[in-house]
């Protein structure tokens, strides 16, 4: 994809470490500038601003999306805090990149969608796996008919428990492993609505909450069915012995696996299988999030097709919830930004 003859302005709410992977190297790789980061603790924000070249640190949050040249607001807080200052970006007329989940539960997610709606910007979840040749390449399979009819999919997003005091774990910064992991699961499940009669609905949710926080989901496990009659499995867990990250396909004539669909730098194989026997193809270690920032700028700059949009992030935090209410958790709080 051809670099946009201007940069993205981009400024970064936080310091946090996955921006260094999700944000920092594709801005580099692809010609767009930082320019500016602020982080509730400044200390934080200066050492994140020389360790990655961002142009200016920031005294607040607040300062950062009322600074005229922030054009873009990147958002990786913690899950609790992507409602409250995704709003306020918004309502500042800038351009969202958001990590998900949009918001913390469907009623701000809504809210988020309006306020998109009334700045008329981009606003955009950060499913950067969507836009890897790893994930298109299951689309292309179903898409060709080589997998035959949708018959069943299935997602299992687990990695090793973090820390006790890790903000995942909290409920009041809608933790737990649903938001965190599974909402990769559902989001590659509802994308398939294509090949599959439209978009799915939960026929059950099972899941157990983490010792010592009340309300917070370690793992969850949810039963989809699609409209056409395929069935579908988005599994989650934030405490497993192991990192795993897989998409399973399966079709009526043959199914296929993508080994790490979520982080595919680190494992680019999908596996097909069919009557005519079993291969493995690599599709490139190039970061899905180098990919992800190329596709929204280019929407941003030239109008390119964007697949991703608020109402799609409603879409994804409804089936959330419902997942949540039917496995016996609540949806997850609002929560009240502190000054920043």
């Not at 209410?325 to 502190?338: D, L, N, Q, V, W």
Request: charged share 20%; with cysteine; net charge negative.
């Amino acid at each position: 994809m051809t670099i946009p003859a201007e940069p993205l302005r981009i400024g970064v709410l936080g310091a946090a470490r996955i921006a260094g992977l999700s944000l920092v190297g594709p801005a580099r790789a692809t010609g767009h500038r930082l320019v500016a980061v602020a982080a509730r603790d400044r200390s934080r924000a200066e050492a994140f601003a020389a360790e990655n070249d961002v142009e200016r640190v920031l005294d607040s949050y607040a300062d950062l999306i009322a600074d005229p040249g922030v054009e873009v607001v990147y958002n990786p807080l913690a899950n609790g805090l992507h409602g409250p200052w995704n709003l306020a970006a918004l309502a500042a007329g800038k351009h969202v990149l958001t990590e998900k989940p949009s918001a913390s539960n469907t009623e701000e997610a809504v809210e988020v969608q309006g306020a998109a709606a009334e700045a008329g910007t981009v606003f955009m979840e950060a499913f950067h796996y969507l836009f890897h040749p790893v994930t298109r390449r299951l689309h292309e399979l179903l898409e060709s008919g080589e997998l035959g009819e949708l018959r069943h999919a299935e997602a299992f997003v687990a990695v090793p428990a973090p820390p006790a005091e890790d903000p995942r774990w909290s409920l009041s910064l809608a933790g737990g492993a649903l938001m965190d992991l599974g909402c990769y699961g559902v989001h590659a499940l509802r994308m398939l609505a294509p090949w599959a009669g439209g978009e799915p609905s939960l026929a059950g949710a099972r899941g157990e909450g983490r010792a010592g926080a009340p309300g917070v989901d370690e793992w969850l496990d949810a039963d989809l069915a699609f409209p056409g009659g395929a069935t579908g499995s988005a599994r989650c867990h934030m405490a497993h012995g192991e990192l795993r990250m897989t998409c399973r396909i399966v079709g009526s004539r043959g199914e296929a696996t993508a080994l790490n669909f979520v982080l595919p730098h680190r494992d680019d194989r999908v596996v097909v299988r069919t009557p005519a026997g079993e291969r493995t193809e690599r599709l490139g270690r190039r970061s899905s999030y180098t990919y992800q920032l190329e596709a929204f700028a280019a929407h941003v700059r030239g109008g390119a097709a964007l697949p991703l949009d608020a109402g799609d992030a409603v879409a994804t935090m409804r089936l959330i919830d419902e997942c949540y209410r039917g496995a016996g958790f609540a949806p997850r709080p609002r929560t009240e930004p502190p000054g920043a």
